[in-house]
């Protein structure tokens, strides 16, 4: 035997908890469908439709909203956030899909 070779030896018992990891969360994942038409905006105005300052949206202009959706649309050159009701004629520019509020403001 060569005194200078490490030879690799388990003692004891494994973590038994390795058997159940799968794989980490990805939050891409969940919060992007599609990457090349999702945007992140930073909420800047006051608060409405449950959006505060500060608060980070998520819009995808590849979706078609549903009534009742928040949308981004674009009025007067300016990018402003409302409720899709599919009766008014917006210049719709993308779909609200997630709002990520920071908890420890």
Same mark, same amino acid.
């Given at each position: 035997?060569d005194p200078?070779k #490490?030879e @690799?030896?388990?003692? *004891?018992?494994? @973590?038994p908890?390795r058997s159940? +990891?799968?794989s980490?969360?990805?939050? &891409?994942d #969940?919060?992007?469908q599609n990457? &090349?038409?999702t945007?992140?905006?930073e909420?800047e105005g006051? $608060? &409405?439709? *449950?959006?505060?300052? *500060?608060?980070?949206i998520i +819009? =995808?202009?590849? #979706?078609d909203? @549903?009534?009742g959706? %928040?949308?981004? &649309?674009?009025? =007067? *050159?300016?990018l402003?956030?409302?409720?899709?009701t599919g009766? $008014?004629?917006l210049d719709l520019w993308?779909?609200?899909?997630?709002k %990520?509020? =920071? %908890?420890?403001?």
């Amino acid at each position: 035997m060569d005194p200078f070779k #490490i030879e @690799n030896r388990t003692t *004891g018992f494994g @973590n038994p908890s390795r058997s159940y +990891v799968k794989s980490r969360i990805n939050p &891409s994942d #969940i919060l992007i469908q599609n990457p &090349s038409s999702t945007f992140f905006f930073e909420w800047e105005g006051d $608060e &409405s439709y *449950g959006i505060s300052k *500060g608060d980070k949206i998520i +819009v =995808d202009r590849s #979706i078609d909203p @549903n009534d009742g959706d %928040l949308v981004v &649309s674009i009025s =007067d *050159g300016k990018l402003k956030c409302c409720k899709f009701t599919g009766k $008014e004629d917006l210049d719709l520019w993308g779909t609200i899909t997630w709002k %990520l509020t =920071d %908890l420890r403001k």
